[in-house]
């Protein structure tokens, strides 16, 4: 069964810090990874990466994908207080078309 | 609004009730996803339709969650007999399959509390 574990839980920072997030997966398979931040309902779609060592970027945000090591980071460099949020952490397999989702870590940016 | 429409927003029901959400996605979606969301939980998947085929269903899905998508537009999901276990967001989502690796596009959800 395909495994997804994001950390930390959760963060707390000031604005204008730099943040990463974890995500480590098992999966058998591998298609994808996808990052996700959730507000208050809906998810939205950041990344997407599939090949290692290429690094995704957009504005302050950025993610990197290691296939070896079987992990993600998603950066986020100066903080605002509008990253306050879930941010999450899917994979695709090649087996189905479903996202397996981490568990998510909770950002908040205190100003 | 193009995006992943879901009705109602809210539902409140009693333990016992059966209750039924609605899904309408992307109209050029083909794929149709249903997710199930608790508090401090990532959405954990429930069943996915490729057009009106339900492809694959979570085994955690008990036999009390059915869902259909009969013209492969909107779908519906009913719950029956509704446990307050029950209590999450519902989520829906929708993808194309002209993309290998197509990003879900979520719905806003139905939150469902069971008393």
């Known amino acids: 069964e395909d495994k997804v574990v994001q950390s930390p839980l959760s963060l707390v920072v000031h604005e204008g810090d730099t943040v990463t997030l974890n995500c480590s997966y098992e999966?058998?398979?591998?298609?994808?990874l996808l990052w996700y931040k959730q507000e208050k309902k809906a998810p939205t779609f950041l990344f997407m990466l599939t090949s290692s060592g290429i690094e995704k970027k957009s504005g302050r945000l950025s993610s990197i994908l290691d296939k070896k090591e079987l992990f993600s980071i998603l950066n986020i460099t100066a903080t605002q207080t509008g990253d306050s949020a879930i941010y999450l952490c899917a994979v695709y397999n090649n087996a189905g078309n479903m996202l397996t989702f981490g568990g998510g870590t909770r950002l908040m940016v205190k100003p | 609004d193009t995006g992943v429409s879901q009705n109602p927003r809210h539902k409140i029901t009693k333990r016992g009730q059966n209750v039924t959400f609605r899904c309408d996605p992307i109209?050029?979606?083909?794929?149709l996803y249903w997710y199930r969301q608790t508090l401090g939980q990532g959405p954990e998947f429930l069943t996915y339709?490729?057009?009106?085929?339900?492809?694959?269903k979570s085994r955690l899905l008990s036999d009390r969650f059915s869902a259909e998508r009969p013209k492969g537009s909107f779908s519906t999901l009913e719950i029956q007999r509704t446990e307050q276990g029950d209590s999450a967001m519902y989520l829906c989502?929708?993808?194309?399959?002209?993309?290998?690796?197509?990003?879900?596009?979520f719905g806003n959800g139905t939150r469902l509390t069971v008393t």
């Open positions: 339709f490729q057009n009106e085929a339900q492809l694959e």
């Open positions: 989502a929708s993808s194309t399959d002209r993309l290998i690796n197509s990003p879900l596009h």
């Open positions: 109209s050029e979606h083909n794929r």
């Open positions: 999966v058998t398979n591998f298609r994808s």
